[in-house]
């Protein structure tokens, strides 16, 4: 019986894989997108490393004091930020607070109740809200927001709640718990937006096998359809984190400009 000869293709070489991904283009499209996530890596190292460089001075002089103190005193060079960091932190959480189940909610309605000519002219107007100024928030909640919390919020407040320590104190108008309301205002955009379009990304399939299942309309978005977008409204819950921490104009308009730290939301900050 005569033997088959078998002949085996030569292996193709590492160089000529490599020629033909770039002559497709696969090789460089990798290359180029890899550079541009190495560059916001890069921004960030180099951003760390100026703020760690350029404070050397304050870093000798007061040392990480300067975070956990809480005089500020600029004639007698004593610097703490205590009250400003707590200041940012309450009114954040104030505004999350506020914002994060009014947003959510305003998205669901508009991704899965409202008809599709309100759900877009209701979009186009809370996008519209994220290009406002700041200092536009700030003006309005001087000449509104400030007069509407002195003479009824807050006494409501104080009245029904006054047994609490966080509402209890001088009514000014302007504190803690005025700077979060405006800052929940000026999130409102970014967790509507973001959350309604993740909830519209959401296959049209799982809707309809929970319809198929016997769900009502609202059990099959509250059990599947929001579960199923949970990622992008977490995502647009940190981005409004982002932007209340990082806002300054409009909260100094209305906090009251109090270096010191106070438990009752009334006080200024």
């Known amino acids: 019986m005569a033997g088959t000869a078998v002949f085996n293709a030569p292996p193709k070489s590492a160089a000529r894989s490599f020629s033909k991904r770039l002559a497709d283009g696969d090789k460089v499209a990798h290359l180029v997108t890899l550079i541009?996530?190495?560059?916001?890596?890069l921004v960030t190292v180099i951003l760390f490393?100026?703020?760690w460089v350029q404070s050397e001075p304050s870093r000798t002089k007061f040392g990480f004091a300067f975070l956990y103190t809480r005089t500020w005193d600029p004639v007698g060079s004593q610097f703490g930020s205590l009250p400003f960091i707590y200041g940012t932190v309450l009114t954040s959480t104030l505004a999350l607070l506020i914002s994060v189940?009014?947003?959510v909610g305003a998205a669901i309605f508009l991704s899965e109740m409202a008809p599709p000519r309100l759900s877009n002219a209701c979009t186009f107007l809370v996008e519209l809200l994220a290009a406002v100024p700041s200092v536009i928030y700030g003006l309005l909640a001087i000449f509104t927001l400030v007069p509407m919390m002195r003479?009824?919020?807050e006494p409501f407040l104080k009245k029904s709640l006054g047994f609490l320590p966080f509402f209890q104190g001088s009514i000014l108008?302007?504190?803690y718990i005025t700077?979060?309301?405006v800052l929940a205002v000026m999130t409102f955009p970014f967790i509507i937006s973001i959350s309604r379009e993740s909830l519209l990304a959401v296959p049209r399939?799982?809707?309809?096998a929970a319809l198929a299942l016997g769900s009502t309309k609202w059990e099959s978005t509250w059990k599947v359809v929001v579960p199923y977008a949970r990622l992008g409204i977490i995502g647009s819950v940190f981005l409004a984190l982002a932007r209340a921490l990082g806002e300054t104009m409009a909260v100094t308009m209305?906090?009251?400009n109090d270096p010191s730290i106070h438990a009752s939301l009334f006080a200024p900050g």
């Open 179 to 181: 700077a979060g309301l």
């Open 151 to 153: 003479k009824y919020v």
């Open 173 to 175: 108008g302007v504190g």
């Open 254 to 256: 209305v906090i009251g």
């Open 205 to 208: 399939e799982q809707r309809e």
């Open 36 to 41: 541009f996530a190495a560059s916001v890596f």
């Open 49 to 51: 490393y100026q703020l």
């Open 101 to 103: 189940p009014l947003g």
